[in-house]
């Protein structure tokens, strides 16, 4: 059995353990609310990261497609050049064909052309009231057009073709025109996204900073909780061990209490038969000695 000094001293160990055990579990609690809140930034910024991996993707396949458009656009614009170069050379090859025709044939001026200015001047006599030298004069010069244009025949069809060879080209070229400023409209576009993939890597690579930074320390804090909870274990096995040498300690004072009591008791008892033999008066000490024999006896038979 432990001593008066022994007892307080275990005691006060008990009481130094109670609050230790209080304190690591206070800084157990608190270490592990830093743990999860640094666990979920990461988780956050995590998820931010994936969002714009997916905006990225996204980004990626548009950019792709507008570069494949402007691809084949441009092969179509290079196909419509070659064309015009071609269709160039043969309005130029045309046009000095009508002019070696119209020098041989002494002819001047676009067939088409005499032919306008006839229909011009024979609308101006039917609609026109003109005087009779206007009216003659016009005639004669329609004559002349007519015959200048007969002549011209040798030639029309140069001009016709030359003509139709000119509308093609300006069409062609139209078409050229067209096809490029959709190629410089999709290039646009195409840099525009390849300038938001780079943005939105820039912002990744910061993103993947701050959860690198957040792990390490929802990791310190995660050691820290190990430690504390292996330190708080220990510290609760000693408390443990403290508190079982008290508590065997007080079964023992018990019953040391009961073995005295008991004693006490059967003193009385012998003293109160001693009394009831010799026939002396009973004091209520004696009388409350002799009930509680009773009731152990009454006791002992219920078992």
């Known amino acids: 059995m432990l001593s008066e000094k022994e007892k307080k001293d275990l005691v006060v160990k008990l009481r130094l353990k109670e609050k230790k055990l209080a304190e ?31 905006l990225i993707k996204w980004a990626k396949d548009k950019r792709n497609k507008f570069t494949n ?18 269709k160039i ?14 020098k041989k044939h002494n002819i001047k001026g676009d067939p088409s052309s005499i032919l306008k200015q006839i229909d011009d001047m024979e609308f101006k006599i039917e609609t026109e009231a003109l005087s009779f030298d206007k009216e003659k004069q016009l005639m004669k010069q329609i004559k002349g057009k007519k015959k200048q244009l007969e002549e011209s025949k040798v030639v ?17 070229k139209k078409e050229a ?11 646009d576009e195409s840099q525009k996204k ?3 993939i780079l943005e939105k890597s820039k912002e990744i690579d910061e993103l993947r900073k701050k959860e690198e930074e957040c792990y390490k320390r929802f990791f310190d804090f995660k050691k820290q909780f190990s430690e504390t909870n292996t330190q708080l274990k220990t510290e609760l096995e000693e408390y443990n061990n403290l508190n079982e040498e008290m508590q065997k300690h007080k079964v023992k ?24 033999k010799k026939r002396k008066k009973l004091t209520t000490e004696d009388l409350l000695v002799f009930q509680s024999k009773i009731k152990e006896e009454e006791q002992e038979e219920k078992k």
């Open 194 to 196: 390849h300038e938001e």
């Open 69 to 86: 458009d402007v691809k084949t656009l441009k092969k179509k614009r290079k196909e419509l050049n070659d064309k015009i170069k071609v």
């Open 89 to 102: 050379s043969e309005v130029k090859k045309l046009n000095s064909e009508k002019k070696d025709i119209a």
């Open 156 to 172: 029309s069809k140069v001009f016709e073709e030359a003509k139709k060879v000119s509308d093609e080209i300006d069409n062609m």
């Open 253 to 276: 004072i018990k019953q040391e209490k009961k073995h005295k009591k008991d004693q006490q008791l059967k003193d009385l008892e012998e003293t109160v038969e001693e009394k009831i």
């Open 24 to 54: 690591l579990r206070q800084k157990l609690n608190d270490t592990n609310a830093q743990k999860e809140q640094w666990f979920e930034k990461k988780e956050n910024y995590k998820e931010e990261i994936l969002k714009k991996i997916h």
């Open 177 to 187: 025109d067209e096809v490029h400023r959709k190629v410089q409209t999709l290039a």
